[in-house]
């Protein structure tokens, strides 16, 4: 964090765009690099912010739409709006409060916050810092040794986190070229989960040092112990790329998938989470019956949650922008970005016709130019 930038009067930011941009102003190098790095070409990224451009509306009109409800359920907890803060790691390279700014604003506007592994908080302060009834997620990465993940989720079970998000999509780090060019790792850059498993010296960037030590071996069978331990948290698959797999992950039990390809930093060329869920809808739309499916990658408009929702989607992520958001202007920065984001989606309902959420509905798109990028059935 750049305390010698200048920063605009908050007031001034009247989209999601204009926060990032002061946040990447505020940021030093380091973690300019690691919040923004995406693996290889990043062509999963670039694609993860066109996939929206691909789906045009079909508003339907002269409806009374002036009572607008974007109350919703995730996984039965209640949320105000149909959007999440998606995990991300190490807020404190963007802000001293770090991801204690994330759940305060969360608690203030009543949405879910998945918490990070990763976090550079620990655990204890970040759900210290919420608002009684607030609903936090945790998010997994496996250890090699699993005793440790088991005693992991007690201790988040313990603390009150209603739901586990495992994350699936990382066997082994993306290729970062960007983060791996920093090279330098120090062990203060790395959060409580990561420096008990490793030291980050030999690490090739803050990616790799961060996810180096998960297990590989992870198999659809291993859903079993996790779900036991984790039980009677509810367990969400995330990283979920392709219909098969969303079939498998509800086959194994899971209460939840994320189609995810985690922001465009693991396997370049993987699909957007707008590919995969009409993949779901064309190849698999009994999935939406059995599980709830969450989804993020390149959101930034309350148009582009409003496209996923009508395609199926229960809810929508956002990593990156409320990460910049706490870089520029720390808790107030990321409640003003649920504010824009919240005033985007309620404006986009009433031009659809939608009244709440349950209206938002296949009809109301036009997904012709998606569909010609989703893969046939083989």
Not at 31 to 36: D, G, S
Not at 127 to 145: C, I, R
Not at 262 to 278: I, V
Not at 343 to 349: A, K, N, P, Q, R
Request: glycine share 8%; hydrophobic share 40%; net charge neutral.
């Amino acid at each position: 964090m750049d305390d010698q930038v200048e920063v605009p009067p908050l007031s001034t930011c009247i989209n999601i765009f204009d926060i990032e941009r002061v946040g990447k102003s505020r940021l030093n190098s380091k973690a300019l690099v690691y919040y923004t790095s995406t693996s290889e070409d990043s062509n999963s990224y670039n694609l993860n912010r066109s996939a929206a451009d691909l789906v045009r509306f079909r508003p339907r009109l002269l409806r009374n739409v002036s009572q607008i409800t974007t109350k919703t359920s995730i996984l039965g907890h209640s949320s105000t709006l149909p959007f999440f803060i998606s995990p991300a790691a190490l807020a404190k390279l963007g802000h001293p409060s770090g991801e204690i700014c994330l759940a305060e604003a969360a608690g203030r506007h009543g949405i879910v916050y998945i918490v990070s592994t990763n976090s550079s908080c620990t655990y204890e302060e970040i759900a210290g810092s919420t608002v009684p009834g607030q609903t936090l997620f945790f998010q997994l990465y496996v250890n090699k040794d699993h005793e440790k993940t088991k005693s992991l989720i007690q201790r988040v079970k313990k603390l009150g986190f209603q739901a586990l998000v495992l994350t699936i999509d990382a066997p082994a780090p993306g290729k970062r070229e960007a983060d791996e060019r920093q090279k330098s790792v120090l062990a203060s850059d790395l959060p409580e989960a990561t420096s008990a498993a490793t030291t980050g010296a030999d690490a090739k960037g803050l990616g790799d040092a961060l996810l180096g030590w998960t297990d590989s071996s992870l198999t659809w069978q291993d859903l079993k112990w996790i779900k036991a331990a984790a039980s009677p948290m509810k367990v969400v698959l995330k990283g979920i790329q392709t219909y098969e797999d969303a079939v498998l992950a509800a086959t194994h039990g899971a209460d939840g998938i994320f189609l995810s390809n985690h922001g465009g930093r693991q396997l370049d060329h993987a699909p957007s989470s707008l590919h995969t869920l009409y993949e779901l809808r064309k190849h698999a739309p009994g999935i939406f019956e059995k599980v709830e499916v969450l989804v993020d990658g390149g959101y930034r408009r309350g148009t582009d949650v409003l496209k996923a929702l009508c395609l199926g989607a229960t809810a929508v992520g956002l990593g990156r922008p409320f990460m910049y958001a706490l870089s520029a202007y720390g808790t107030e920065g990321v409640s003003k970005a649920i504010e824009l984001l919240q005033d985007e989606v309620i404006t986009g309902m009433k031009l659809l016709g939608a009244r709440n959420v349950r209206e938002l509905v296949p009809e109301m798109v036009n997904a012709s130019l998606l569909a010609k990028e989703v893969q046939a059935r083989l």
